[in-house]
T-cell receptor, first 115, second 111 residues
Framework: NAGVTQTPKFQVLKTGQSMTLQCAQDMNHEYMSWYRQDPGMGLRLIHY???????DQGEVPNGYNVSRSTTEDFPLRLLSAAPSQTSVYFC??????????????FGSGTRLTVV | GQQVMQIPQYQHVQEGEDFTTYCNSSTTLSNIQWYKQRPGGHPVFLIQ?????EVKKQKRLTFQFGEAKKNSSLHITATQTTDVGTYFC???????????FGKGTKLTVNP
């Protein structure tokens, strides 16, 4: 199993450009989420999905879109990049958050710089 | 909205000393999870607590979930240099599918 695969690992964008961060998992996990990590801010939830065709907003959704057409893939789209979106982005997946001792499996992250 | 507060933000200890990080929520949580992130790495799941007053141990790590399910703690006994990293708690409010993280406690260990 590859786990959670994120691409690209690094990206530099100009203000106003758009791009898609890719995330794929091969563990048949229902849940997938996107977090951004900024110094001193912890991990903030952008969007999440509890299954194919179902998405919902997290704490900081503005400027980002997501879709979940398959169980495996959960791309994050930046519509018009802004310097405030400079961050490290993590995709994570999990089985349903029930009483079983399962947590999120995180990808290795995408470091995005917007200039 | 749901908030998960974590203290302290930083902790520096001498190797062999104990370490504790605390997590508090403004609302009752259905469960709480703990993660560790090594410098330059990604968060790695450690454990999940579900029941009121639950205590779980993993070698030198002890995790507690408060009776009211609004607070939790992670205690490391006799820290080692391998314990270096940032420890995050993450909680889910009852009925919500969102997993909200605290800001983390960054632990450094002086050998």
């Amino acid at each position: 199993n590859a786990g959670v695969t994120q691409t690209p690992k690094f990206q530099v964008l100009k203000t106003g450009q758009s791009m898609t961060l890719q995330c794929a998992q091969d563990m048949n996990h229902e849940y997938m989420s996107w977090y951004r990590q900024d110094p001193g801010m912890g991990l903030r939830l952008i969007h999440y999905s509890v299954g194919a065709g179902i998405t919902d907003q997290g704490e900081v959704p503005n400027g980002y879109n997501v879709s979940r057409s398959t169980t495996e893939d959960f791309p994050l789209r930046l519509l018009s990049a802004a310097p405030s979106q400079t961050s490290v982005y993590f995709c994570a997946s999990s089985y349903r958050l029930t009483e079983r001792n399962y947590g999120y499996t995180f990808g290795s992250g995408t470091r995005l710089t917007v200039v | 909205g749901q908030q998960v507060m974590q203290i302290p933000q930083y902790q520096h200890v001498q190797e062999g000393e104990d370490f504790t990080t605390y997590c508090n929520s403004s609302t009752t949580l259905s469960n709480i999870q703990w993660y560790k992130q090594r410098p330059g790495g990604h968060p790695v799941f450690l454990i999940q607590l579900v029941k009121s007053g639950e205590v779980k141990k993993q070698k030198r790590l002890t995790f507690q979930f408060g009776e009211a399910k609004k607070n939790s703690s992670l205690h490391i006994t006799a820290t080692q240099t391998t314990d270096v990293g940032t420890y995050f708690c993450a909680g889910r409010q009852g009925g919500s599918e969102k997993l909200v993280f605290g800001k983390g406690t960054k632990l450094t260990v002086n050998p």
